[in-house]
């Protein structure tokens, strides 16, 4: 005898906030919208969630009540939860994020973003994996094992609630305690880095399909010339990234020869420099208007002399280029050390002669480990401390 099928109040909710159209079409045609109206509807929902970003499915004023009643009954507009917000002195926001646990059966992964703001900008790090694959010598994050990919609806997730926090939605509200852009035009969340935990190249599909939902003319509307993706250096997804979504290309280089980079990016052992060089050179619209970005950790005694800084402009010659340099953003139980301020100045000295911008990046957010590879779960040093304090007290116990 076939089993039952459950009841729509026994069903996991079908998640809205962070869906593809054509999951939300999906979703209208399961709480039985007519065909004929379903693009309509999904429009009008789009709307409410991304450009308006309604959190209650009554909020959307324009919908009769018969199907906002089974929306609300089915579907749920929720975001990721946030567990725990820091606030460096600078002004930076880190996010401790949960993922709702419905048919995930991973018990809530838990993710961090990062909101970095500026005078005329701010700039929302998203992460694309729970955890990282890459061990990274000098990251923070590439200790974590990697869990589990992402879902695009998870990487939107953690945008709208950063746009809710900062109260980035019309009629939203700016918190009070850190610089967050403002004035007639002026967005919180201008600028979005896929440069939190994980790479995001092992998780091309769910990363592409949640630059489609940033850059929708009819929702959040950002620019991919606004959007930048990192990679450690995934060649053979590279050219996929310039075709499918277009957005800005940064490369974690951090070395000038494939002995050294072997050791601090041990990806390149599968793909070496030359082999990541030649598809920076065959990235779609990479230009002079469009360059790409070099990412270059500062790495005490490592990678910093004259002779590196040099063997750094041979290496890019001919390529549409900026370098970010950037001071080494230490955490626990790291073996390195940051440059010298006087030699980060003379290696950017010589990368600027030689003609490339080469600007020294800010550290934002080092006094809450928020800052560029720190970001590593702090529900990892919670259990830990919660596991420290138990064994303790079973000691006293036992005295």
Same mark, same amino acid.
């Not at 590439?142 to 879902?151: D, H, P, S």
């Given at each position: 005898m076939t089993a039952a099928a459950p009841k729509a109040k026994?069903?996991?909710?079908?998640?809205?906030?962070?869906?593809?159209?054509? *999951?939300?079409?999906?979703?209208?045609? *399961?709480?039985?919208?007519?065909?004929?109206e379903l693009n309509m509807r999904a429009s009008q929902l789009w709307h409410w969630i991304y450009h308006r970003g309604a959190r209650e499915f009554s909020a959307m004023r324009n919908i009769a009540r018969p199907l906002l009643d089974k929306l609300s009954e089915?579907?749920?507009?929720?975001?990721?939860?946030?567990?725990?917000?820091?606030? $460096?002195?600078?002004?930076?926001? &880190?996010?401790?994020?949960? %993922?709702?646990?419905?048919? %995930?059966?991973? &018990?809530?992964? *838990?993710?961090?973003?990062?909101?970095?703001?500026?005078?005329?900008?701010?700039t929302l790090c998203v992460s694309s994996q729970v955890g990282c694959t890459l061990n990274c010598a000098f990251c923070h994050t590439?200790? %974590?094992?990697?869990?589990?990919?992402?879902?695009a609806a998870e990487i939107v997730g953690q945008v709208l609630v950063a746009r809710d926090r900062l109260g980035d939605f019309p009629g939203g509200v700016a918190p009070a305690d850190g610089l967050v852009p403002s004035g007639e035009g002026a967005r919180a969340v201008s600028n979005v880095v896929f440069m939190g935990m994980g790479e995001p190249l092992y998780n091309f599909d769910a990363v592409r399909d949640a630059i489609a939902i940033l850059t929708d003319g009819d929702g959040l509307s950002l620019s991919k010339r606004r959007i930048t993706v990192s990679t450690s250096g995934v060649v053979p997804e590279m050219a996929?990234?310039?075709?499918?979504?277009g957005t800005m290309l940064a490369v974690s280089l951090h070395a000038t020869n494939n002995a050294l980079r072997d050791e601090l990016v041990p990806l390149n052992r599968k793909y070496p420099i030359e082999a990541l060089l030649q598809a920076c050179r065959d990235y779609p619209g990479a230009s002079n208007a469009r360059r790409i970005t070099f990412e270059y950790v500062m790495l005490k005694r490592v990678n910093d002399s004259a002779?590196?800084? &040099?063997?750094?402009?041979?290496?890019?010659?001919?390529?549409?280029?900026?370098i970010n340099l950037i001071p080494f953003n230490p955490w626990p139980g790291s073996s390195f050390e940051c440059s010298d301020w006087e030699t980060i100045e003379r290696f950017s000295e010589i990368v600027f002669n030689a003609g490339y911008a080469s600007p020294v990046r800010t550290p934002r957010g080092r006094d809450i480990l928020a800052a560029c590879g720190?970001?590593?779960?702090? $529900?990892? &040093?919670?259990?830990?401390?919660?596991?420290? %304090?138990?064994e303790e007290s079973l000691a006293v116990g036992q005295d």
């Open positions: 026994d069903r996991a909710p079908i998640r809205l906030a962070g869906a593809t159209r054509g *999951e939300i079409v999906r979703a209208l045609a *399961e709480i039985g919208v007519p065909e004929r089915r579907c749920t507009l929720a975001r990721p939860e946030i567990v725990a917000e820091q606030v $460096s002195a600078d002004g930076t926001r &880190k996010w401790l994020l949960r %993922m709702p646990t419905a048919n %995930m059966g991973d &018990k809530g992964a *838990e993710i961090e973003c990062v909101y970095i703001p500026e005078s005329d900008r701010g590439g200790t %974590m094992a990697l869990v589990r990919n992402l879902t996929r990234l310039g075709h499918e979504c002779a590196d800084a &040099k063997a750094l402009v041979r290496l890019l010659k001919g390529l549409p280029a900026k720190q970001l590593k779960s702090e $529900s990892e &040093k919670l259990r830990a401390r919660a596991r420290l %304090m138990l």
